[in-house]
């Protein structure tokens, strides 16, 4: 009972002792915050960014420096997706940031992203890059986003990628190529996937351009068993192929 009695007065002693260095340390100027360190290189976020986010939240000792703050005050940059911020004694403070990756442009081009993850975000692009562009209701960027890529593994044999995948507010699908052919397959069903759809288009597509009408500008692939082609030069006329 002794030695039990003397570890717990021990115990109490040192919660005293941390509390107490705690509670005096912003006040007796001790265990200054003597630097920030980003633990990797950053690609979209710019350095200039992350001090101007930072700078307001940067007040207090090592010990009292809000790192909640600090987090959130990151994750509003445009380029950030998550944030971590740990301390790392005697003085300083760590961050790890997870940048956004794009993946493709959503909606009807204000300025809005979608990341590999499927989310949603708003900010520039740096520089030239060619990324295809989704779009469908609100909330289904990442559905829309895993058929992307369904549809451009399913293309890929014939050498053509999407350009744009839309998903209607009626839920059917719309494809255009690279080459501004829309391909339209419709509601997914159970009897006639959406997968079965396309692959039929792929494997007629060698044919299309050898219509007597020329190449069509949109094939139509919500039919059972076959497709109906439009041209442009005659918006009216049609012509259906058979399985």
């Not at 007040?59 to 990151?74: D, I, K, M, P, Y």
């Given at each position: 009972m002794t030695a039990i009695s003397d570890l717990l007065l021990l115990a109490a002693g040192a919660a005293l002792l941390v509390a107490a260095v705690v509670w005096g340390a912003p006040r007796l100027h001790l265990f200054p915050l003597k630097e920030l360190r980003?633990?990797?290189?950053?690609?979209?976020?710019?350095?200039?960014?992350?001090?101007?986010?930072?700078?307001?939240?940067?007040?207090?000792?090592?010990?009292?420096?809000?790192?909640?703050?600090?987090?959130?005050?990151?994750?509003?940059?445009?380029?950030?997706?998550?944030?971590?911020?740990?301390?790392?004694?005697?003085g300083r403070i760590d961050v790890r940031i997870e940048e956004q990756r794009a993946a493709a442009h959503w909606g009807d081009g204000h300025g809005e992203l979608v990341n590999t993850y499927g989310e949603v975000f708003a900010a520039p692009l740096s520089g030239e890059r060619q990324l295809p562009r989704l779009s469908g209701p609100v909330g289904s960027s990442s559905e829309v986003l895993h058929r992307y890529g369904e549809f451009a593994e399913l293309l890929n044999p014939i050498g053509r990628r999407p350009a744009q995948v839309a998903l209607s507010p009626r839920l059917a699908w719309v494809i255009e190529l690279e080459d501004g052919m829309l391909v339209e397959l419709g509601r997914e069903q159970a009897k006639a996937p959406i997968r079965m759809r396309l692959q039929r288009f792929v494997d007629y597509y060698p044919t299309l351009s050898a219509t007597r009408h020329g190449r069509p500008q949109a094939v139509d692939m919500r039919y059972p068993n076959g497709f109906a082609l439009r041209f442009p030069a005659t918006a009216g006329q049609e012509g259906k192929g058979k399985k």
């Open positions: 980003v633990t990797h290189e950053l690609l979209e976020v710019q350095r200039a960014e992350v001090e101007e986010s930072l700078e307001a939240q940067l007040h207090g000792s090592f010990f009292t420096v809000n790192l909640e703050a600090l987090r959130l005050s990151l994750e509003q940059l445009t380029w950030v997706r998550r944030a971590e911020v740990w301390r790392e004694w005697p």
